[in-house]
């Protein structure tokens, strides 16, 4: 999986098309990214006791992978990712556009 956790990515799909957001779990077994303040759930929640109120509680849900874009830190632009092995035989992330290490 090409993207990972703590990496900014811009949704261009969807009813967030356009938006960036940091990336907050990644979920390889079914290529999906729960992306902080995207794709915003809302769960009502009932009163459990006596004396409390019902709530609307608001989550970020999962994006599929194919709905996000990686933004490189170093042109700020949504690039896709390539890779490269260096000498000491580390496999590391590239940005297409400006070939500078991830």
């Known amino acids: 999986m090409k993207i990972k956790k703590g990496d900014i990515v811009k949704v261009i799909t969807g009813k967030d098309k356009?938006?960036?957001?940091?990336?907050?779990?990644?979920?390889?077994?079914?290529?999906?990214?729960?992306?902080?303040?995207?794709?915003?759930?809302?769960?009502?929640?009932?009163?459990?006791?006596?004396?409390?109120?019902?709530?609307?509680?608001?989550?970020?849900?999962?994006?599929?992978?194919?709905k996000v874009m990686l933004v490189c830190p170093h042109c700020s632009k949504a690039v896709r990712v390539a890779y490269q092995i260096g000498q000491d035989k580390i496999k590391r992330r590239i940005c297409r556009k400006c070939k500078e290490v991830i």
């Open 18 to 66: 356009g938006k960036t957001g940091k990336v907050l779990k990644a979920v390889p077994a079914d290529f999906k990214v729960v992306v902080e303040g995207l794709n915003l759930i809302i769960k009502h929640r009932r009163p459990r006791k006596e004396n409390e109120k019902g709530q609307k509680i608001q989550y970020p849900a999962p994006l599929t992978l194919a």
